[in-house]
């Protein structure tokens, strides 16, 4: 055996560090584009950072692919080496061949090219093309991050956005009093809402549950104190912050909306909003699978699950709470089990998370149900949860069970044991596959095919089918050649070409819609079967079979249920007693009804909705009329404490009408103040009485009720 020359061997090395590098370009062009991938459709729909893999491999196959680096010999290391280095002078490929075939001039050519060869840097070669796969993988990553980057405050933009702008609706200037020179007011909210602080110089605000809020008032002249009245009920004082008296501040957190005004040295102003944004709890959207859903034999017995959980702030986490029953009976068991999401959670304010829940991972076994929900903290900590949903994977073992077939009002037996069978032939058809011919097999197939055919069509008889042509369809009355020659005139002839002489399909039943619907699913799983076992697949027919059983099972146990008639022989009346009752205690009917005395606090509202739109604009006010407007203000300020942004501009109103002793205010405002007041009053509640009216006559009271419809 020759040995390889030096040139040989350095060929060799060369083509390998080519292929390395080559590849581990391609790796990195590979995770660029997988990346930018990734985070592209995360804009879009709900993918995991796992999907980075398969799509990094299926890009590097397919760069590999097209570069065909795989496909590089030793001569084109040769090529690459002429045209990168004119020393070698277009001679590398001499070194290829065998030291026995070269001629003499040829073999001082090769010699001349080895020591050219000592020379060569080959790591230059391919640095330029791994420093710009580099490159690439870089840029990928930074636009990548940014993507991602650019969604997550597009998403705190919107938020912000949107507080800010129910911030700014219809933000109306505060009438501040004479003696206050300017108001600074400082909103701090929670750190667990991560929104910034704010100021703003007016009294009526908008705050987070939980803010704290800092007033800085400034006097044009020196008071001797200030206070502020929350709810027409708490009033705290301000303290001084110099010694002139001019300058004021308090700090309060809120945590429920309501309204406050300013006294100031026995002067106050008018009612100020103060509106509390309330933190609701994460919402939790199970978008797949359903509500209840279940998993027929043969079907992958893992479920896919889709959620998608927004909050206001926030989430913290989530997780799966599962609870696998199995067993019937006394003998059920239950197993709880927390399962956790690929997901971290960074307090964005909306997650869209997938995850497959594989069944055999725990430890399921068919008739087990898996019951689950997802539990959800925001950054406050609240925790919310959705309903709960329930996976089933169906037992063949009890749809082949004989239990109840023995017993209790069977109308058909035979047929649910017929598809039985079918699937005992189809199993143990699968079972002898190895052991039996391909001819034989096919023949086997064919034959329980048919068997199913017959079984379909014995079923499709109570579904008013006839023969195979009635299904899906009707059939033709008449049979070639025996068409009847036209009679123009002829009314038998006319009514033939439109009518059916016989029962229809669809009419032809004695059963109810909903059995109806059923025995055709049935049907239909039984024509699916039957195309797969034409089609040599038994396999693919056997799940068809397991569901058309476990149907036809559900119509059986509907078919149990039977009630025995029970007749009533009423006593025989005697002759001589009818009509002969004495009517002396029978009087005539009354209706009492007990009003309560105490003073019911909507009437205050109705009178005073009455009055304040029948009074003409100036009208004066009496004292009685005043008292009834006084009580509706009271009823109306608790409304406005619990929603300052509808009910205290008109609590303002109904104040200074109460102040001035007339109705003196501009249209818009009456009109408003009416809704309110009409918004409040509701229906009076009915208190269960007792009956003290004799029962009337149900016949003329149907009557009477039909007469009043009537008219």
Do not use: C
């Amino acid at each position: 055996m020759m040995k390889d020359s030096v040139g040989h061997i350095f060929l060799r090395k060369l083509r390998t560090q080519w292929l390395s590098y080559g590849l581990l370009s391609n790796l990195f062009i590979a995770l660029s584009v997988s990346a930018l991938l990734i985070s592209i459709l995360k804009l879009f729909t709900v993918i995991s950072l796992w999907w980075m893999l398969p799509i990094t491999l299926g890009v590097f196959g397919i760069l590999i692919w097209w570069s065909g680096i795989l496909k590089t010999n030793e001569k084109d290391v040769a090529r690459l080496l002429n045209q990168s280095y004119p020393n070698l002078e277009e001679s590398t490929e001499l070194l290829i061949k065998p030291a026995v075939s070269l001629n003499l001039l040829e073999r001082l050519q090769v010699g001349k090219i080895e020591a050219e060869l000592s020379q060569v840097s080959t790591s230059t070669l391919f640095r330029h093309s791994l420093q710009r796969a580099g490159l690439i993988l870089i840029a990928g990553l930074i636009l990548a991050f940014g993507i991602g980057q650019f969604d997550s405050y597009s998403q705190k933009t919107e938020q912000a956005e949107q507080i800010e702008s129910k911030s700014k609706l219809e933000v109306i200037p505060d009438k501040i009093l004479p003696g206050i020179e300017s108001v600074e007011l400082r909103i701090n909210p929670p750190a667990y809402t991560r929104r910034p602080s704010r100021n703003q110089s007016q009294f009526s605000l908008t705050a987070e549950e939980g803010s704290a809020l800092n007033w800085q008032i400034q006097t044009s002249q020196p008071v001797k104190n200030i206070k502020l009245i929350f709810n027409d009920k708490e009033v705290i004082p301000l303290r001084a912050t110099n010694k002139e008296g001019t300058s004021w501040a308090l700090s309060k957190t809120v945590s429920k909306s309501g309204f406050y005004q300013v006294d100031l040295e026995g002067t106050l102003s008018d009612l100020y909003k103060l509106e509390v944004i309330k933190d609701q709890p994460a919402v939790v959207r199970i978008i797949t699978p359903a509500q209840y859903s279940s998993i027929d034999f043969g079907e992958p017995q893992r479920t896919q699950l889709q959620v998608q959980i927004t909050d206001d702030y926030g989430v913290n986490g989530a997780f799966i709470a599962a609870t696998i029953s199995s067993g019937q009976g006394e003998g059920v068991k239950f197993r709880e089990q927390k399962i956790a999401f690929q997901q971290n959670f960074l307090g964005a304010s909306s997650y869209k998370l997938n995850k497959t829940i594989d069944l055999k991972a725990l430890a399921m076994v068919p008739g087990d149900e898996l019951y689950f929900y997802i539990q959800a903290r925001d950054s406050r900590l609240q925790d919310s949860r959705s309903d709960v949903y329930i996976v089933t994977i169906q037992d063949t073992a009890q749809l082949m069970s004989m239990d109840g077939m023995l017993g209790g009002v069977n109308l058909v037996p035979e047929y649910f044991r017929s598809q039985r069978q079918i699937i005992i032939d189809t199993e143990k058809l699968i079972k002898e596959r190895s052991t039996i011919s391909a001819q034989e097999f096919n023949s086997r197939s064919n034959e329980i095919a048919t068997d199913q055919k017959l079984l379909r069509l014995r079923y499709g008889k109570f579904l008013g089918e006839e023969d195979e042509t009635e299904i899906g369809g009707a059939h033709d009355e008449e049979e070639e050649g025996h068409d009847e020659p036209v009679v123009f005139g002829d009314p038998e002839q006319m009514l033939d070409a439109v009518a059916h002489k016989h029962d229809q399909a669809e009419d032809a039943t004695y059963f109810e819609p909903e059995l109806k619907a059923q025995l055709k699913a049935t049907l239909t799983e039984m024509w699916k079967s039957e195309l797969q076992l034409r089609l040599y697949k038994p396999v693919e027919a056997l799940p068809f079979e397991y569901k058309a059983l476990r149907l036809l099972k559900d119509l059986q146990q509907k078919s149990r249920v039977y009630v025995a008639k029970t007749s009533f022989k009423p006593p025989l009346i005697k002759a001589d007693k009818r009509l002969s009752g004495e009517l002396d205690k029978i009087i005539q009917p009354q209706a009492v009804r007990n009003l309560d005395s105490e003073k019911n606090p909507q009437n205050s509202l109705k009178l005073a909705a009455s009055l304040i739109a029948g009074s003409k604009q100036g009208r004066k006010l009496n004292a009685d009329e005043i008292l009834t407007l006084n009580d509706a203000s009271r009823t109306l300020a608790a409304s406005a404490a619990a929603q300052p942004g509808i009910y205290l501009g008109s609590l303002g109103t109904l104040r200074a009408i109460i102040r001035s002793g007339e109705v003196r205010t501009s249209p818009a405002n009456k009109r408003e103040l009416e809704a309110a007041l009409q918004k409040i009053v509701t229906q009076e509640s009915r208190s269960p009485q007792s009956q003290k009216s004799a029962p009337t006559n149900d016949l003329a009271t149907e009557y009477f009720n039909n007469l009043r419809r009537n008219r």
